[in-house]
C-alpha cells in the first residue's frame, strides 16, 4: 500500500503565537507537514513564514492559495522565497475557490479556472528554472505588450536571486472532472475535500486516469493529499461530539458554498452517491435550517471522510485512505486539551507507519 505522511492543517482562528508554540509538540510526535489556510482571512504566506523560522523539519504547505489573486510570476517568487527561508520544505498549494470570494472578495473575474491553473504551473516552472518570462498564454502574456495591452516597455526577465529547488513541488486543489484531470496531468500532488476513499474511483477515477495517460515521467507518481477530522476515543460521547464537527463541516460545504445548481461540494456528494440527501442538505441550509442540515449528513459519509472511534476504527479507517492512495493525510485533532491533540497525533503516527 501508498506510504502515508501525517500533516495536520492550522486554523485561522484562535491565537496564532500559541498555535505555533505547540506546533514544536507535534513536530516532535511526527507531524511531517504543516498547511495554512487563506480563503479571505489573514495571508496564509505571512503565517507560514514565521512557522518557518519556530519548525525544523516539517513540510510548508499553503492550503490554499487563490490563484486569481496573485499574477503566476508573484506566486513563483513567494513559492520561491518561502523555499528559501525553510531550506527546502515548501510546498505551493493553490486552487481556483469560488465565484462567491474571487468576484466578491477581491473583485476579480472568476472565469477559465482550468486554463489558468495551467498557465499558472507552467509560469511557475519558467521563473524557478530561471528561464525569462518570455510566456505567450491565452490567459497570460510575458512580457505584456502592445497587442495584448502593454505599453511596449516590457522585457523578459529571470528571477534574481537563484532558488533552491527549480522544481518546488505544486498542489492543486481540485474536485471538478477537468481540474481533477489537469491535476492528474501537471502537478505533483492532487488535494480534493471531503474525501470518501471508498467512492475515488466514482468520483474522481476518470479523470485521474485521463490525466495520468498525458503526466511527465519526470513528475514522478501523483500524491493525494486529504483532510480527516481526528479523534482517537472509546468515549461515546467524545466520539459523538467529533462527529458532530465533522457534519457541521460537511453541511456548510454541501449545503451553503455556492447556490442551487452552482454548488460545487454538492456535485461532489451526488457523484459519491448521495444524490437525495445532497439536495435535502442544500435545500435546508439554503432556508436557514442549518442545524437540520447538518444533521441531514449522511452517517456513511462522517465515517468514511473521518478518523473519529477506537484505534481499531482509526486504523481500518486510516488503511481506506491509504488504499485510495492518499500520499499525505492532513488530520485536524479536535480533541478538548493540546495535550490530549499530542497523543492523539502520536498515536496517528504510529498508525501510519
Known sequence: MTAMKLGMPINYA??????INNLVDYEAVGVERITVPEAYSFDAVSQL?????????????????????RTPTNLAMTAAGMDYISGGRFVLGIGASGPQVIEGFHGVKYDYPVGRAREHAE???????????????KHYTLPLDEEHGGSGLGKPLKIINHPIRERIPMLLAAIGPKNTELAAELFEEFQPILFHPEQIDAAFGESLRAGKAKRDASLGELGIVVQATARISDDPQEITNAKTLVR???????????????NFYNTLAQRYGY??????IQDLYLDGKKQEAA??????LVNSMSLIGS?????????????????????SPVASTH????ADMEVLRGIFG
Open 14 to 19: 484562535g491565537d496564532f503565537r500559541e498555535t
Open 275 to 280: 444524490v437525495e440527501e445532497a439536495k435535502l
Open 295 to 300: 444533521e441531514a449528513v449522511p452517517d456513511d
Open 339 to 342: 495535550k490530549e491533540r499530542v
Open 248 to 262: 457541521h463541516h460537511a453541511a456548510l460545504y454541501i449545503g451553503g458554498m455556492g447556490a442551487r445548481g452552482k
Open 311 to 331: 484505534r481499531a476504527e482509526v486504523a481500518e479507517r486510516a488503511d481506506a485512505f491509504r488504499a485510495a492512495g492518499v500520499t499525505c493525510l492532513l488530520a
Open 123 to 137: 509560469i511557475c516552472r519558467m521563473v524557478w528554472r530561471r528561464d525569462k518570462t518570455d510566456y505567450q498564454g
Open 49 to 69: 513564514g514565521y512557522i518557518a523560522a519556530k519548525t525544523e523539519k516539517m513540510e510548508l504547505q499553503t492550503g490554499i492559495l487563490p490563484m486569481y489573486s
